[in-house]
């Protein structure tokens, strides 16, 4: 083991964790003040609940002994063997740091697909979902892409989550909003943001918090590691420019969240490339990242769902722009796989399949599992308690109280 490859990894830890606080804030400013506490309890509840059941078995499922490329196997159930030794995946560092690194973004890949049912989801399905789709959607991604399934062997490159957080999260997200359908009152009714320098505030904490996401991919504190920290900066700006390009051509102006959200969008299409392309890629990466999550977030109107948060248009544009642009720019001078541009056309082709393969599955998946939520306990909220908000109708609680 390595003392500092594992100080470097509980810090980052603490980083990934830290982004489901600050996701709470990013969603929670963008809702109706009557939903802005409900908003922030799903990524609250999401960190609870997906942390206690990957210590039971999720972790298990996702790194465990490899059954037929598809599933981990139960040689960690209730952490059996996760301790201080370094018998995990990561040979530097004690099993139970990896573990721990690993459960942040169990989290957080769960809560990022509340943007999508934000207003009108009942609390309890929320919590079903979520133990659910853990289980059936997200386990079986992590172990094919990191814990030596079948796109792992396929020769997929995810560096720090594309395709098992993004473009997964994504997948359920549109699963969601096709299965529960729209808010009351959408296109008809104001749904302006409650709060905006709370979501701006919350974007900036994602920013910070991405640092350890992706550095912390590099599970060792070493020149990957300081690679991807400067290839997410890089993207990142370049997303945040790419976004206000395209938002002052087509409306004239440039807005706080739309660029905030140019950050997030060149944040996402850097993840799976941050540990794998040069300086100068990974900012046209972010750059494109920026432009083309733009026109994603149109989608919704152009198909008629109601991804309320945008999730399918950044974290689903943005990631399958970043999983096929890791095909085309990765080079092998800096983690030993070349794309496209390098003189390997064949991993754009394993990028695709990978992008493909993650769609249809968790896509698939995730309508199982709401269909099974719905006929248990039902998952949307009545229309009396939608109009009055979730917050009072699903907490007993109200996010503002004027006093006289």
Known sequence: MNPSDTAFIILCAGLVMLMTPALALFYGGLVRSRNILSTCMHSYASLGLISVLWAIFGYSLAFGGDIAGLIGGFDHVFLLGVGKEANGPASNLPHSVFMAFQCMFAALTVALISGAYAERIRFSAMLLFSALWMTF???PMAH?????????????????GGA??????????????????????????????????????????LWFGWFGFNAGSALAADALAGHAFVTTHLATAGGVLGWMLVERCRIGKVTTLGTVSGALAGLVAITPAAGFVEFMPALFIGFIGGVICYGGILLKHIFGYDDALDVVG??????????????LFASSAVNGVDGLFYGNPHQVWVQIVSIAG????VYAVSRIILKVVDLCIGLRVDADSELSGLDLSQHNERGYSIQQ
């Open 137 to 139: 959607a997200y386990c």
């Open 164 to 205: 098992v957080v993004h473009m997964a999260s994504a997948a359920a997200a549109l699963a969601c909003a096709h299965a529960l359908g729209a808010r009351i009152g959408l296109g008809k009714t104001p749904m302006a943001p409650n709060n905006l320098p709370m979501t701006v505030f919350g974007g900036g904490l």
């Open 358 to 361: 993650t769609w249809v599955f």
């Open 314 to 327: 950044i974290h689903g544009i943005g990631g399958t722009w970043g999983a096929l642009a890791t095909g």
């Open 144 to 160: 094919w892409v990191w814990g030596g399934g079948w796109m792992a062997r396929l020769g997929a490159v995810d560096f720090a």
